[in-house]
């Protein structure tokens, strides 16, 4: 379609201002500089002609694309991203560069020298020669996973807006905080929302259309060891630093952890510990396409816990679990157009669909369980969370012209 996109311009704007959100805080959202970004974004609505966009006490950015087509039988889409940015490198002072035109040579980035971005090391960015790139300048992260799809979404409203004549039913627009720290849409309303079906934007390689996600489980050990003056401990002592790493060394090596695993396989995975010689804390994740696998990883999880205990039997330890999110293709499957028609509206807009896998979860994984069936739509995000992320501006261009071409799918199958 002939149109002066605006992702570019907007992505650059976006990626500059801060919005790292923190795991270990208490609040919602967990910074309140996320909020920043969200005060930006409805000002900006409001600029393009969306009347009823605000930010709530929460961070969430809600708007409304009025209806253009005279059906009223036509289901209430929403387009969400997120506006947070991972914890695992920094999101300070990003400074965006656009390189026009990249001709396939390695991009080194210009406050690190060290960082050096090769088309070897990344296989999907091979397909990129000719786009024009976006990178960071080597000492943070560049924020594309998800202002990539913040700046789609508001630029497909300002498409939309400004095209009347393209004939849809109503649109709103959700901007999420802390969906990096899985906490995304935990203080969302759904009556405030007020939609029947979803898409985020928050995938990668161009025409990635996903409908699976992990189903995770959070995992708490705390090992109780005895506590004794380490001069006078013989026979007293029990360490649960040392039951910890004998635990810690027992997992499997070669299997069952995300460096040993792909595709559909599930993993268990330590994420953090912390304690003393009396006390020690660790974390888990537990991830598994099959819900049902949970239970089983952690039974198994249980019993190396249990084995290893039996050589200290002073010592003893809680093990508590916690429900995360679940797979969406749970829901999805029940509303199978909401895919379908995602892939017929890349197709139109000239994308080859392909049905991926997410290993991780987004927002659409709990959305879809609270009432809003939400698959994912790519966004061209790439190398997320490291100094190496980039992003293709023609991707994201074509993710616009994606949403055009689905608002105008449902209108016509309503």
């Known amino acids: 379609m002939s149109y002066q996109y605006s992702t570019a311009e907007r992505f650059m704007r976006y990626v500059q201002v801060d919005t790292q959100s923190d795991p270990h805080a208490t609040c919602f959202p967990s ?59 920094s999101g300070t002072n990003v400074k965006p560069i656009l390189h026009k035109a990249w001709d396939g040579s390695d991009i080194v980035l210009p406050d690190d020298t060290t960082q050096i971005i090769k088309k070897e090391d990344y296989e999907y960015l091979q397909s990129r020669i000719g786009d024009d790139l976006i990178t960071a300048s080597g000492t943070t992260l560049l924020g594309a996973d998800d202002k990539a799809g913040v700046a789609i979404i508001m630029d497909a409203t300002n498409y939309l807006i400004t095209h009347p004549e393209i004939q849809h039913g109503r649109i709103r627009v959700l901007f999420t905080p802390d969906e990096e720290v899985g906490r995304g849409v935990e203080m969302l309303d ?46 007293k002592m029990v360490n649960a630093l040392k039951i910890a790493s004998e635990f810690i060394d027992a997992l499997p090596k070669e299997e069952w952890s995300p460096e040993t695993t792909e595709d559909k396989q599930g993993y268990v995975h330590p994420i953090h510990m912390e304690g003393i010689a009396e006390k020690v804390t660790m974390q888990f994740i537990i991830r598994d396409f099959i819900t049902a696998n949970l239970k089983a990883h952690e039974d198994k999880l249980k019993a190396i816990l249990e084995e290893v205990l039996q050589n200290h039997p002073k010592a003893h330890a809680d093990f508590v679990v916690k ?5 969406m293709r749970e829901i999805l499957d029940q509303h199978p ?78």
């Not at 007020?194 to 990668?204: E, K, M, Q, V």
Request: glycine share 10%.
């Open 190 to 235: 759904m009556k405030k929302l007020d939609a029947d079906f979803g898409y985020t934007l928050d995938g990668g390689e161009r025409g990635a259309l996903e409908g699976d996600t992990f189903s995770a489980d959070g995992v708490t050990i705390t090992i109780h060891g005895v506590s004794a003056h380490p001069g006078y401990a013989k026979g």
């Open 323 to 327: 429900e995360q999110y679940r797979n």
């Open 31 to 89: 910074t309140e500089k996320q909020k920043d970004l969200g005060k930006i974004l409805v000002q900006e609505l409001i600029a393009i002609g969306i009347t009823d966009a605000y930010i709530d006490e929460h961070g969430y950015v809600f708007g409304t694309i009025p209806a253009t087509s005279g059906k009223e039988n036509i289901p209430t889409l929403c387009f969400c991203s997120h506006m947070d940015t991972a914890p695992d490198c």
């Open 337 to 414: 157009q909401v895919m379908a028609y995602a892939a017929e509206a890349m197709t139109r807009a000239g994308v080859q669909p392909e049905t991926m896998l997410v290993r991780g979860g987004t927002d659409g994984s709990r959305l879809s369980f609270m009432g809003l069936p939400c698959p994912n739509l790519f966004t061209g995000e790439m190398a997320i969370h490291s100094k190496h992320e980039y992003v293709s501006v023609q991707d994201m261009n074509k993710a616009v012209d994606t949403i055009i071409q689905l608002v105008q799918v449902w209108e016509e199958k309503a």
